[in-house]
């Protein structure tokens, strides 16, 4: 059994001890209740029931989320070791196909996208800018008016080759990917 299912497993143990402890229906919770669930479990303090939940829902590689506290979740949950995830939005492993038939694949811990972007030639869309100019100065864009004797031209490059703004309508939050 993996490691990811053996703390899957004592997870799933002890929430049905806790359920059976306690038959689910509301009262009060004494002391008794807690040191019975502590020796059914072999535990001998309640921060080691918290812990040994916790460590089952968030395993090595989980991603713990919170948007108001910055603090390291080891200081937080009381275990493990994490790294900030910053910057970065997520996004779902695996292949997707869009609305417009489009696919993609995303292996998982692989970083993607970018914060601008810079349009190239072959992403701007097909199309162009004639201009017919015609005696004493006279310019009609698109087709000529009618008379043969303008000069077709076309106009110079305009625009700053900027990147633009390429980031999703987001809500920033603070992200620690737990690696021990």
Do not use: C
């Not at 001890?17 to 229906?25: D, P, Y």
């Not at 590689?61 to 009381?78: E, K, M, R």
């Not at 811990?109 to 810079?118: N, P, V």
Request: cysteine-free.
């Amino acid at each position: 059994m993996s490691d990811k299912n053996k703390a899957m497993d004592q997870v799933w143990r002890t929430i049905n001890l806790i359920r059976k402890s306690f038959r689910l229906r509301p009262r009060n919770i004494d002391e008794a209740d807690v040191a019975g669930l502590r020796e059914k479990l072999g535990i001998a303090a309640t921060d080691e029931i918290k812990t040994r939940i916790l460590e089952g829902v968030f395993p090595v590689g989980a991603i713990y989320i919170n948007l108001t506290n910055s603090d390291n979740p080891g200081t937080i949950l009381g275990f493990g070791s994490w790294s900030p995830v910053e910057g970065v939005s997520l996004i779902g492993a695996g292949t997707h196909t869009d609305r417009n038939g489009d696919e993609l694949s995303f292996a998982s811990g692989e970083e993607y996208g970018e914060y601008g972007h810079t349009l190239t030639i072959d992403e701007m869309p097909s199309h162009n800018h004639d201009y017919a100019k015609f005696g004493a100065g006279g310019y009609q864009s698109g087709a000529s008016s009618g008379s043969t004797s303008g000069t077709k031209s076309t106009t110079t490059e305009t625009g700053g080759g900027l990147p633009h703004n390429i980031i999703q309508p987001s809500l920033a939050v603070y992200m620690w990917k737990r690696t021990a």
